[in-house]
């Protein structure tokens, strides 16, 4: 079956292989602030881990930052995890998510979603309402979330219901802090309803520094990615051992940051804010505790 927006098999004679640096790309999964990756959980786990976000990372910079025709490309990338499910892939990124997928018995879906979420990158650079740009989360950050479980062992409907509510937070989280830096890559994650409804014109975002309407529209959003972090809080309750500490320090970090932007006055636009090491392992030290704070 032909997934959406994907080039019909008979029209892609020119697929491309992406034009990445593979060793960036491998060394990106293993060095980046990922931190379901922990060193704190065991080795086999861990490795699983870096296969899914090896993927994800792949995904993303052919969707970001790949020279030439990238529609064809992600053509390329969907056809590679086939191969992969099969066992016959032969990019280093996709041998090693090949083993993985088979030694879990790993779906298709949430790999495939992860690229729809990239071909919808390629046409869409503005969400009218927040609900569109859930319906986006629920494809560029849920199915991470969902393989990670896959991952640990847990599986089920609740578990994956607070790990979609902890991937949507998330993933608002980078928006929230990137909204100079999207800007000028012409995107706007911020959903237009909530620019019209709080005053805010769409060129006030190229500015040097946040009006106090942008502020006021930064602190909603803050609000509401909060929310769906601590919505997703149980999570952390349902998962034992170095998993536990993983799913805490993962939803620890989000709520470190939206501290962090608090703490700057809201203005993401005159300052590249980042939470600092001592806040994510005391945000994730509470969590672990059971102690919320918003």
Known sequence: MTSPGRTPLVERSA??????????????????????ASRLLPGRIREHLLAVYGFARFVDDVGDLATGDRERQLDWVEDELDRSLAGTAQHPVFVRL????????????????????NRQDQHVSRYA????????????????????????????ERATALSDKICT??????HWQDVAEDYRAGRVYLPLEDLERLGVDERDLARPAATPAVKRLVAFEVGRA????????????????????????FTGGGLAQLDAIERR??????????????????????LLAGRTRW
Do not use: W
Not at 15 to 36: G, Q, Y
Not at 169 to 174: H, K, P, S
Not at 229 to 248: F, M, N, R, T
């Open 169 to 174: 937070g998330l993933q608002l989280v980078e």
């Open 15 to 36: 697929v491309e292989r992406p034009h990445l640096d593979t060793e960036t790309v491998m060394a990106k999964s293993s060095t980046e602030n990922f931190t379901v």
């Open 265 to 286: 006055g809201y203005d993401v636009l005159a300052h590249q804010v980042k939470a600092t090491k001592a806040a994510v392992a005391s945000r994730t030290v509470g």
């Open 226 to 249: 909060r929310r769906l972090l601590h919505e997703g809080e149980p999570l952390v309750g349902l998962l034992s051992g170095a998993g536990k500490v993983a799913i805490a320090g």
């Open 98 to 117: 090949g083993r993985t997928a088979a030694a879990l018995g790993l779906e298709r879906a949430p790999f495939a979603d992860l690229v729809a979420a």
């Open 129 to 156: 309402s927040y609900a569109e740009l859930e319906a986006y989360c629920a494809l560029s950050a849920n199915p991470v979330g969902r393989l990670v479980l896959a991952v640990l062992g847990r599986t089920g």
